[in-house]
Each structure stands twice: as C-alpha cells, then as structure tokens.
C-alpha cells in the first residue's frame, strides 16, 4: 500500500550538477505531475504527463526535463542544478482525467543546490 | 487562467477557538475544489472535496467547507481547532472540462497553541 513513493527524499548539489528525481505509484494512474513547494508560493507545477509516453509543460517548467517511460513512473531531471532551485518537490498522480478525483502526494524531495 | 487566493497566510489560534480560512478562485466555468493540510514534515493529504450537490463539505477530522458559487468561494471551516490542527492548508481548484491542472492557493500556515 505504497501510493506514491519519492526517491530521494533529500540531496545537496552543486550548481551545474545534474540528477533525477523519481517517482513511482503503484495506483494504476494514468496522470503524473510534478511541483515544486516554495515558501509564501504554494504549490507550483513544473510538468505533468497524461499517460505513459506523454509529458506537458506546467507553470514553472524551465530547467526541468521530465519522462514517463512507464505508467508508473514519473522522472523529472535536472540537467544543470542552479540556486533557485533549491525547492522541495512533490510528485502526484490522479485519475479519471484529473478531474473529479483527489490527487495523492509523495512524501517530497527536499533539494538544495549551493 | 485559473487563480486561487488564500488571503491568510499565518493563523494563530488557541486549542478551542473556531476556525476559518479563506479562499476564493478564479475562473467562469464549472470548478472541482479541493483542500488539502500538510503537516509538519508530511506530504500533502486531502481534507475534503467539492463537485457538485450540496455545498456544505464535510471533510476528516471534523473539517467543513462552504461553496458559494456567487463569490466564487471555498471557504474552510472547523468549530475547535486543537493543537494537532497546527499544518499548512491549501485551497486547489480544477477546472470540470476535460483535462486540467489542479492550481494551488499559496497556502496558509496555521499554528494552535495549547
């Protein structure tokens, strides 16, 4: 009864270092999303995917890549971390088109590049 | 674009007291609302959902909420808060045509002391 797992859930980079974030559900849904939390801005989303092999640009989707080889799986990379980045990030899922559903979180990603 | 608005950002309330946050969003058609609490530490969790039907929501934890489609309002609602009550709770809105994004508020913290 895992939902929907993160991994990592904290990392330290360097600017201009790169990683990945992954996120697995385990909910057989077809819609992933990716935000970004920061203090005083809510919740923004960066990108989402609306089934495997899909993926969409969000509000706040410069700097991110993101790929969805497997239903179940959600990948947002970093390709050359940079200071603003430093963020907590949160990957979802949901159902039924996204809509008359609730969306189910992650536990975070807490990222800090220096 | 869809918006939402949570005009409080920091609460503070004593264990007992009631309970009220705001939120209002922005957007003509028919709307999906949604407010979720995150607590310390903890990823986002759903408190309660609105589609359609009566608009008076009652959610876990003895949590309520209002729809008042003429002020284009979600407001949040509990009778006596306790210290356990302490998270951040956020406003999220999505539209009910086709596949749209859930838009967060940006969140208000809200702190009971005992």
């Known amino acids: 009864n895992a939902g929907v797992t993160q991994t990592p859930k904290f990392r330290v980079l360097k600017t201009g270092q790169s990683m990945t974030l992954l996120c697995a559900q385990d909910m057989n849904h077809e819609y992933m999303y990716w935000y970004r939390q920061d203090p005083g801005m809510g919740l923004r989303l960066i990108h989402y995917s609306v089934g495997e092999g899909t993926t969409a640009k969000g509000e706040v989707p410069d700097g991110y890549n993101v790929s969805r080889l497997k239903k179940q799986n959600f990948l947002l990379g970093l390709e050359s971390a940079a200071p603003s980045q430093t963020s907590v990030y949160f990957c979802?899922?949901?159902?039924?088109?996204?809509?008359?559903?609730?969306?189910?979180f992650g536990q975070g990603t807490r990222l800090t590049v220096v | 674009a869809q918006s939402v608005s949570q005009h409080n950002h920091h609460v503070i309330l004593s264990e007992a007291a009631s309970l009220e946050l705001g939120c209002n969003y922005s957007y003509g058609g028919t709307v999906n609302l949604f407010w979720y609490v995150q607590y310390p530490g903890q990823h986002l969790q759903l408190l309660l959902k609105?589609?359609?039907?009566?608009?008076l929501v009652k959610g876990i934890k003895g949590f309520e909420a209002e729809f008042i489609k003429s002020k284009f309002s979600f407001n949040l609602r509990k009778p006596s808060v306790q210290w356990s009550d302490t998270a951040e709770y956020f406003c999220?809105?999505?539209?009910?045509?086709?596949?749209?994004?859930?838009?967060f508020g940006t969140g208000t913290r809200l702190l009971v002391s005992p």
């Open positions: 999220a809105v999505n539209s009910n045509t086709g596949f749209q994004k859930l838009v």
């Open positions: 979802a899922s949901s159902s039924d088109r996204g809509r008359r559903t609730e969306a189910f």
């Open positions: 609105y589609f359609s039907g009566d608009p």
